[in-house]
């Protein structure tokens, strides 16, 4: 085929090549064009600008031909937005002629137009999917869309995202799961369902927000039997549901969960509950894992003790990608929140505590250091991220037995504000566990001593270093280079990348400042640039 079109003719509009092919086949050209700009727009375009219709039409407009295959081929409008615009629903769904419809109810739908007109289609709706604000307007139309016969819908969401974790006022109406024999994919934010568990044992993605069993004595216990038998379950989300279940208290371990196809866990609620609840876990390394404590409070007057430790149970061995994972991060510079992340592979482990109200959570930084040691130890972790407020670590030991523990480090980037003096001087010191005749010795003992003496000095394997937003301030250079002599004294290879972005605006009048550090970089950086592979610096202010 490929010959065929090199001999052809050149494109030129109505002759082009691509009007040679099938119609069939270029339907399925239209189709791969809108799976990779649904991919493209939900990576990189911000969730309030992201567009849930089908991103092929645009290619109606390219010629005759193409917008005639567009509107015959009812394959391509399976895909419809319940938007603004009733008039389009209406022709996308006389367009899909009799094939499965898919139906994304999105925050443009105005909770005054009516669902009624979906009646007459209800055995064609494959995915139902409802991102809009929720509103007592919709009770009596999702009561009807409910009671309809639904043969295929295999993917129901029903979930109100302007107010997250926020019970409605009124009543919505109650969704039979056991009447959907082909329902897989089930996301419910306080739509009342029944704890069937022949239903619910069918599911492959089950997320549940908020009191949603239409029978008030479903205990804690009854929720965790009947999960037992879900054994295709891949996907489970489970968001302030577990806390308001009665009989919670004392935790039932003698109820243990194995997910044998479980790929991905998210747990909201209360540490005492996520905790109880992962005890009876055994999560396989594949897993992604995010747990996440929302408080009611800002983070400043949340008062935080082992804030993360409390989210886990205190035997973690059924957490096993805690000590396998590659790529971490610590991040306490979030308007709401702060967070210990890790992935290795595909999988992804996230442990986080959101405040209620917007709070800079950069205080939490040393905390959070002695907290990812203790969870993460023994993790072969080659790239870390840090956050924070550098000045709550005042100690180069807490420094220093933080990064002790993650000898496989080959890059550090820290955002952060505040001095990175302490941090720095770290990189320099040998490791606090070693014997104290080895750790005595501050200065190169020769030639034949490099192997052993490199040995002392922590993170061994560095390579990379950025310390970006930081505080400049006077000996910060100086102490710099000395950091770095020292570790290729002690038998280090030299850093293949130093990356510094200095804030000078804590360290005086911006032009008296600004000509130190020109002065002191001028001193120093062909020094800098010969003991790394690469020396870049700039001002942040």
């Not at 024999?181 to 089930?186: A, D």
């Not at 908020?210 to 968001?239: A, I, T």
């Not at 989210?311 to 510079?333: E, K, M």
């Amino acid at each position: 085929m490929e010959r065929q079109v090199v001999r052809g003719s050149s494109y030129n509009g109505e002759t082009g090549h691509i009007k040679r092919l099938p119609n069939e086949l270029l339907v399925q050209v239209f189709h791969a064009y809108d799976a990779r700009m649904e991919v493209a727009l939900h990576t990189y375009a911000p969730k309030n600008e992201r567009c849930y219709r089908s991103h092929w039409l645009p290619l109606m407009l390219v010629c005759r031909h193409w917008r005639a295959l567009g509107v015959s081929a009812p394959s391509l409008w399976q895909l419809i937005e319940v938007g603004k615009n009733k008039s389009w629903v209406e022709l996308a769904l006389l367009r899909s002629g009799s094939l499965p419809i898919r139906l994304l109810v999105t925050d443009k739908y105005h909770p005054s137009q009516s669902l009624f007109f979906l009646l007459p289609h209800t055995n064609r709706i494959q995915k139902f999917i409802h991102q809009s604000a929720l509103s007592h307007e919709l009770v009596a139309p999702l009561r009807c869309l409910f009671d309809a016969l639904m043969p295929v819908l295999d993917e129901i969401e029903i979930l109100d995202p302007s107010h997250p974790f926020v019970a409605p006022t009124f009543g919505l109406p109650e969704l039979r799961i056991a009447e959907l024999s082909k329902l897989r994919t089930l996301r419910l934010s306080f739509v009342p369902i029944s704890l069937d568990a022949n239903a619910l044992c069918k599911l492959h993605c089950l997320a549940l927000e908020g009191p949603v069993f239409n029978d008030s004595s479903v205990s804690y216990s009854n929720f965790l039997r009947v999960l037992q038998g879900c054994l295709e379950l891949k996907e489970l989300r489970l968001r302030r549901l577990l806390s308001r279940l009665p009989n919670r208290t004392p935790p039932d371990h003698a109820i243990t969960l194995n997910l044998p196809k479980l790929r991905k866990l998210v747990i909201w609620d209360l540490p005492s509950v996520t905790s109880s609840f992962l005890a009876g876990m055994h999560l396989s390394p594949e897993v992604t894992l995010r747990v996440c404590h929302p408080l009611a409070r800002r983070l400043s007057d949340a008062r935080m003790v082992d804030a993360f430790p409390s989210l886990l149970p205190t035997d973690r061995s059924g957490i096993p990608i805690l000590q396998s994972v590659t790529s971490a991060s610590i991040n306490c510079w979030q308007d709401f929140d702060v967070a210990l992340k890790g992935t290795v592979g595909g999988a992804k482990v996230s442990l986080k505590v959101v405040g209620s109200k917007c709070d800079d959570g950069s205080f939490y930084l040393d905390a959070a250091l002695r907290e990812f040691r203790l969870l993460f130890a023994g993790a072969p972790i080659k790239q870390l991220e840090i956050s924070g407020d550098l000045d709550t670590v005042s100690s180069i030991d807490d420094h220093l037995s933080f990064l002790d523990g993650f000898p496989a480090l080959q890059t550090i980037d820290v955002t952060a504000q505040g001095s990175p003096l302490t941090f720095l001087l770290a990189l320099a010191r040998p490791s606090p566990f070693l014997p104290s005749d080895a750790s005595d010795s501050s200065e190169p003992s020769g030639a034949g001593s490099d192997e052993q003496s490199s040995e002392c000095i922590v993170c061994p394997e560095l390579r990379s270093l950025t310390l970006a937003y930081v505080d400049w301030q006077q000996g910060l250079i100086e102490a710099l280079v000395t950091v770095l002599r020292r570790r290729i004294d002690h038998g280090l290879p030299k850093l293949e990348n130093l990356a510094l972005t200095l804030s000078t605006s804590k360290a005086g009048p911006p032009e008296e400042v600004g000509e130190q550090l020109e002065d002191t970089l001028g001193v120093y950086e062909e020094e800098l640039k010969s003991l790394t592979g690469n020396f870049e610096w700039w001002t942040a202010d």
